[in-house]
């Protein structure tokens, strides 16, 4: 999650902390940025912000914009987009509520069976536009019309709940704590400190490895400042989650998830091949990739994770109602685009995508915090997200 990549360099060795922060400028600015954010609503809302029961909530409300986040940045970084997320979320909630609460279906074949159902709308779509040519703008656009419509004849334009208790805990539900401390879930501040050391050790380890076959590596100072500035960070927030009620299942969910797409985008080849795809099909197509299959499989990853959302709101809302997930996919693609991921295709990266959607959670529940209305809301993450695409752009045209 650490990683930075580096040009190889055969003489190599260092690479200059000048040098390594103009080529990392925007990963290392969004990091800034999140952090100037959250200090500025904090100091506006007198403390409010990083209240142990606030920050939990803030992670509960944008897990499901944070799980599309990842499968969306793949769809963009292959040169595509997808507006039909939100319906998609919104349907299978929707499908989810009626197994198991008119059909009484058990919560994990209930599960199981709305994410295969979001694989296959995600390779519905996809085909038409990996194998027919379709722009992806028209397809998921009609995507967004037709499962919208679908969650409302599914409900009967009613909600319908409220789910199994054993559900519920997808999204309300936190690690449980065998020490058993009062005020202070031990389990979850050690989880946080493992992670922390982990990452930390990670990130040494990688270094190691660009040194050993002569590539160009940050210098030790640098890295050791960022990583234990990176660890206390993660070290905090667990302290202020363990003395609430501990980790939120979602939260372990979403750091699986992360993992897995900064582990496939950055060191696999499958993940090189998207990136290829997104900066130069034609050329990516020339060389052997078969791009057409590429762009199918990041479809159906989109649908996977956009039914898994569709569960973790349900299970947050414990109702599954025909308005579920409307403008989710605005959110989701600001956050991509914020973090970094170019409109054109080929760049962006997972932490980016990431602390995208942290922005704009923050911005949200800062700004309702603040008690600024909706109309406002809209405005300023509006403009947000232009002057982020424009940053790319002008970037790019220097």
Known sequence: MNSIVETAAPAAGKISTATLIKKNVHEYG???????????????????????????NLLLQNSYIVIMALAMLLVIVAGHIDLSVGSVAGFIGGLAAVLMVDFHWHYIPATLVCLLAGALIGGIQGYFVAFHRIPSFIVTLGGMLVFRGAALALLKGQSVGPFPREFQLLSSGFIPDPFGADGLRLTSLLLGGVVALVLFTMSLRE???????????????????????????????????????????????????????????????????????????????????????????????????????????????????????????????????????????????????????FV?????????????????????????????????VYNKNK
């Open 30 to 56: 969004m990091l800034i940025s999140l952090a100037a954010i959250m200090a500025f609503f904090e100091y506006m809302t007198d403390g409010t912000l990083m209240q142990p029961l606030n920050i939990t």
């Open 207 to 357: 270094r190691a490895n660009k040194l050993h076959y002569g590539a160009a590596a940050e210098p030790l100072g640098f890295l050791i400042a960022k990583n234990v500035a990176f660890a206390a960070a993660i070290v905090y927030f667990s302290y202020l989650l363990a003395s609430y009620k501990g980790l939120p299942n979602v939260l372990v969910i979403m750091f699986v998830l992360m993992m897995v797409f900064d582990f496939i985008t950055n060191r696999t080849t499958i993940g090189r091949r998207i990136y290829a795809l997104g900066g130069n099909e034609k050329a990516a197509r020339l060389s052997g990739i078969k791009t057409d299959r590429l762009s199918f499989y990041t479809f159906v990853n989109m649908g996977v994770l956009a039914a898994l959302a569709g569960l973790v709101f349900a299970a947050r809302l414990n109702t599954a109602t025909p308005k579920a997930g409307v403008g989710f996919e605005l959110d989701v693609i600001a956050a991509c685009f914020i973090g970094g991921a170019s409109a054109t295709g080929g760049v962006g990266k997972v932490m980016g995508a990431v602390i995208g959607a």
């Open 360 to 392: 704009m959670g923050v911005m949200n529940n800062g700004m309702s915090i603040l008690g600024i209305g909706i109309d406002w809301q809209q405005i300023i993450k509006g403009v947000v997200l232009v002057a982020a695409v424009f940053v790319d």
